[in-house]
């Protein structure tokens, strides 16, 4: 069972490989992909681009496309028909055929000529599509398509054109995904196309607000961009999922749209939820910042911090500070270092829907060793009948001094070779005076001192990143492919890249 899976994996692979190889024979390239003009009723403009071939010979024929928008923001490609989209008419290409050499770049030039009584945004596509009779289609043991879209968008300005958008809608439910979400429909109910933005505000029905966010279009998350431009009589869905929990009730929802050159639109909707709605997951009573605490300091210096702690619920709570050790017994715990100040209070009663803050002081000790220093401060949330609503932490840790010492030491080395399968482990402690983020080396030599492989550690547990003194992590990873023999094995421990310890020891495989 093993082999045929072995097989087919390089099948596939193979796969993979010669089609690449094959698309990277035959595609053709174009430059540039988009072109803007901004032209005046009559005006004749010329353009070019430039197609850049594959490594075989092409024939392609050039076709003029109209673009429709779809809801995501993105265009879809229909066969281009002048009575329906006049702009196709304004176009002229040189040549509707184009031979390609191997390795030879060519040029195609293209004329628009804008009719005197012309307004408004216009776009056309010319579609670099290869002829259907290529030789090397036959030839190839793939058959597949490489289409290119050349957009050229056309803008017309007129005295007194400005751009028009509508909210048609906004919305307040769950997506597919089951998680809440905000989602307006923006309708271009102009002639001239526009770059839009849009923010969404959700406030409780005592106007306290819960939550602001960017809602954007599907084509515009794909591009890590919060703007989309929408074209002439085209509809956009722009949406953004909430983070905060949304309970039974009445809400105030605001969408605020940016188009055009400063154009703003407002639409609001109250909207009323008979059911809750979350993210799947724990309930989250509060939320809080700063997650976790984390400072610089000299030994005997003060540092201060404000933390936020906001209620999600819909009713009044109680929220009880307390401190904790990340380890019983530990040496370097921060309660024994110094002394910890909560001003504002540990224990604070948040209406529902609001805020309080309180004032984390820490001083340590003067004599206080150079190193890292943690605890954490637990925060157990009570409903108004003292009920226990869930419990979270803020993780701290102050990093005293400097010139912190750095060491680790391999507790436990196994090894063992099963079926031709090779696993490498080892426990792994921090002696360093800090946490480290340890990564482990392995360099397996031959009597000659040649290396044979160099293998990567994985933690076989989960840990945060963070290895504390003192603390140990076991890691570990297979391999396969060394042939029997006496090996040396070279451990090389670093933190963040840096190397912090190097050991030995060796393995026989048999």
Same mark, same amino acid.
């Given at each position: ?255 605020? /749209? @940016?188009? %055009?050159?400063? +154009?703003?639109?407002?639409? !609001?909707?109250?909207?009323? #939820?008979?059911?809750?709605? *979350? ?62 100040? /909560? @001003?504002? %209070?540990?224990? +604070?009663?948040?209406?529902? !829907?609001?805020?309080?803050? #309180?004032?984390?002081?820490? *001083? ?147």
């Amino acid at each position: 069972m093993i082999r045929l899976k072995n097989i087919i994996f390089y099948i596939n692979l193979l796969f993979i490989i010669i089609l690449i190889l094959t698309l990277e024979a035959a595609a053709v390239g174009v430059r540039p992909m988009i072109f803007e003009f901004d032209l005046d009723p009559g005006e004749i403009k010329e353009f070019e681009f430039v197609l850049t071939p594959g490594e075989q010979r092409q024939n392609v024929e050039l076709n003029l496309y109209t673009p429709t928008q779809n809801l995501t923001g993105g265009l879809n490609y229909n066969l281009g028909n002048p009575e329906i989209n006049p702009v196709l008419n304004w176009i002229s290409l040189e040549s509707k055929e184009v031979i390609i050499p191997a390795s030879q770049e060519q040029v195609v030039s293209g004329v628009i000529q804008v009719p005197y009584n012309a307004s408004g945004s216009h776009t056309a596509i010319i579609m670099i599509e290869p002829l259907d009779n290529q030789d090397n289609q036959n030839n190839s043991f793939f058959n597949f398509t490489v289409r290119y879209a050349v957009r050229i968008n056309i803008n017309i300005d007129r005295p007194g054109q400005r751009p028009r958008a509508e909210i048609v809608n906004i919305y307040l439910e769950q997506n597919e995904e089951g998680i809440p979400e905000i989602s307006a429909l923006i309708k271009n109910t102009d002639s001239i196309n526009f770059i839009a933005s849009a923010e969404a505000t959700l406030r409780d029905k005592n106007n306290r607000l819960i939550e602001k966010l960017d809602i954007i279009s599907e084509i515009a998350a794909r591009n890590n961009s919060l703007a989309t431009r929408i074209y002439p009589s085209s509809e956009v869905i722009f949406k953004g999922e909430l983070n905060q929990p949304l309970y039974p009730g009445d809400y105030n929802l605001q969408v605020h /749209l @940016r188009y %055009g050159d400063n +154009l703003q639109l407002i639409e !609001r909707k109250v909207i009323t #939820l008979k059911e809750e709605l *979350r993210r799947s997951g724990p309930r989250r009573y509060i939320s809080y910042e700063p997650e976790i605490i984390s400072k610089n300091l000299r030994a005997g210096s003060p540092t201060t911090q404000v933390i936020e702690i906001n209620n999600l619920y819909n009713e009044k709570i109680k929220v009880k500070i307390n401190r904790e050790e990340v380890v019983d017994n530990f040496d370097y715990s921060i309660f024994n270092t110094g002394e910890l100040q /909560l @001003r504002g %209070g540990e224990e +604070l009663v948040i209406n529902n !829907r609001n805020s309080e803050r #309180l004032v984390f002081i820490y *001083r340590s000790i003067r004599d206080a060793v150079a190193g890292g220093y943690y605890g954490k401060l637990k925060l157990d949330v009570y409903s108004q009948e003292d009920k226990l609503l869930e419990t979270r932490n803020i993780n701290l840790e102050m990093l005293i001094g400097e010139g912190w010492k750095y060491n680790a030491e391999v507790e436990r080395f196994n090894f063992i070779n099963d079926n031709g399968v090779q696993t490498f482990s080892l426990n792994l402690k921090n002696l360093s005076s800090i946490h480290i983020n340890p990564a482990v080396l392995l360099v397996i030599k031959n009597d000659e001192e040649q290396i044979i492989k160099t293998i990567n550690l994985s933690p076989s547990e989960e840990y945060d990143n963070k290895l504390l003194p003192e603390k140990t992590v076991s890691m570990m990873q297979r391999t396969t492919g060394i042939e029997p023999g006496n090996y040396q094995v070279e451990i090389i421990i670093t933190d963040n890249g840096k190397e912090i310890k190097k050991t030995a020891t060796s393995v026989d495989i048999n």
